[in-house]
């Protein structure tokens, strides 16, 4: 009988380790994974980076070398003390496109994020569902018709013009409306029984709840203003007006024998992204994490 309860005993201990065993495993294979997808995204902005610091004749070696053995920032004062590269003023286009952009999406979209929110008026769906379907098109198919717009308007190369038909995020929309579902309609009852406007409810009562998600919406919305490429090229006529992607494309065929050049010119494009992110990425985190109700 003893043998008999210590094989039980046995059997029941190794039931409750073997749930444990389990989920162990599954834990060091999710991190594995996570480990391969940051190596895989990790290592061409590394190698970037260090080919940034090599000389010529280094970077073009074979076999290659992955740290640079003689690191040298020539390669950024040869950029930075070109004539033909007046970095300042195409910082500065590329600056003002990205927050004019930014700010006049926060603006419109938090706005009309809390008129689909929280007002009923006739016709709400159809002009919700007419948001959402500018979603669902593609680029490429409103380019002619935003193209012929500005031509109308007379935009055409100019910053004005990448800034004009911006204003309007459906995504933006979107996020924000969802966001504001989330906010109880109690709250804003109150501010309205204290004698404040709507537009004091807005400004004093929605807006502070919304933090996290306009840190992401702003975030999202600058990375995808400062690398947008395709729109600036076909609006932006002279190399004066032109943003930093544009340039780095003409740097690349003027320099194509020189990747050292190129990778330098290349991070000194990305640096304002990454600076952007790092004080952003917290923000963005809680924008997708939390609810409106602080």
């Known amino acids: 009988m003893t043998a008999i309860s210590s094989t039980r005993a046995q059997i029941s201990a190794a039931k409750r380790i073997l749930?444990?065993?389990?989920?162990?495993?599954?834990q060091l294979l999710v991190y594995l994974f996570l480990i391969l997808g940051l190596s895989a995204t990790l290592v061409p902005f590394l190698w970037m980076i260090l080919g940034s610091l090599k000389t010529h004749s280094e970077i073009l070696r074979i076999p290659p070398t992955f740290w640079p053995q003689n690191p040298t920032l020539g390669n950024y004062r040869t950029i930075l003390t070109d004539p033909e590269l007046p970095l300042g003023r195409f910082y500065t286009n590329s600056t003002i496109i990205a927050v004019c952009n930014v700010l006049s999406t926060l603006f419109t979209s938090s706005l009309l994020g809390y008129l689909f929110a929280k007002f009923e008026f006739r016709g709400k769906r159809l002009f919700f569902g007419w948001f959402l379907l500018g979603m669902m098109i593609p680029t490429a198919v409103?380019?002619?018709?935003?193209?012929?717009i500005l031509a109308k308007l007379g935009l055409i190369n100019k910053l004005t013009g990448l800034i004009v038909l911006s204003a309007l995020d459906a995504f933006g929309i979107f996020m924000m409306r969802q966001f504001m579902e989330t906010l109880p309609n109690e709250l804003l009852d109150a501010a309205r029984i204290d004698g404040a406007s709507e537009w004091q409810v807005f400004r004093h009562v929605v807006l502070p709840q919304l933090g996290p998600p306009?840190?992401?919406l702003g975030t999202l919305n600058f990375m995808g203003n400062w690398n947008n490429y395709l729109w600036p090229m076909i609006v932006l006529k002279s190399k004066e007006v032109r943003t930093l992607p544009i340039i780095l494309v003409w740097y690349e065929t003027q320099h194509g024998n020189r990747p050292d050049l190129t990778m330098a010119a290349s991070v000194m494009v990305v640096v304002p992204i990454l600076i952007v992110y790092f004080f952003f990425q917290r923000w963005i985190v809680r924008g997708f994490a939390t609810s409106g109700l602080k």
Do not use: S
């Not at 749930?19 to 599954?26: A, E, S």
């Not at 409103?142 to 012929?148: A, E, G, L, S």
């Open 214 to 216: 306009l840190a992401t």
């Open 19 to 26: 749930p444990d065993v389990r989920y162990r495993l599954g």
């Open 142 to 148: 409103t380019m002619i018709p935003d193209y012929v």
